[in-house]
């Protein structure tokens, strides 16, 4: 087992770093640099043809590319603690809040990430700014929707620290990095962010 990983900022491998950490987890592991543009490089590109990291390789030869399902796959492998949920309704609930994550906070996010940042300038071409920048307000209303979901709960899911919360705080914290920073108003996400960022896992 090969594990392919990209330092920070990248939010994806930073996903399952800390899901493995939750889990006490050692793989091995080997860096490919975004910056320099190894992940579009040749010898990648056979691992993971649409160039993006994470990748997961298995003994067997196949290859997992996408952050969740590695953590779904690793899961199946370490099951405690359950990080995906625990018995039908918490699964789904689990779900149900990272799909969230994913589609009313992440994808604006992305594009904002596509068509405004002059690192992606590069790849990203034609970059549509104007796009780009209108994304901004679907990113802060979401955030705003996160921070009313979080008001009165510890975790994302009303019970633990799960992957749902794993992928909001990297996505909360590319967002810092690209420079849309959360508003101060939204007080139980800024809690919940700091209960999320004092755990080790976070580090990882």
Known sequence: MLFYDSPNPAPNPRRVRIFMAEKHLRVPSTTVSITQGEHK?????????????????????????ESVAICRYL????????????????????????????LRLMTPLAMVWAHTHPFTARVVKPQYREFGESQRPRVLAAMGEFNRALDGREWLDGERYTIADIVL?????????????????????????????????AQA
């Open 75 to 102: 899961e199946a492998l370490h099951p405690e603690p359950p990080l995906f949920g625990h018995g039908a309704l918490n699964i789904a609930q689990v779900d149900m809040w990272t799909r969230r994550v994913e």
């Open 41 to 65: 490089g040749a010898d990648y590109l056979q691992v993971n043809p649409h160039g993006q990291t994470p990748s997961l390789a298995l003994d067997n030869g196949a290859v997992l590319t």
């Open 169 to 201: 705080l990297t996505t909360i914290d590319f967002a810092t990095f690209i420079g849309i920073t959360m508003p101060e108003d939204l007080i139980a996400l800024a809690q919940w962010h700091a209960r999320a960022t004092a755990r080790p896992s």
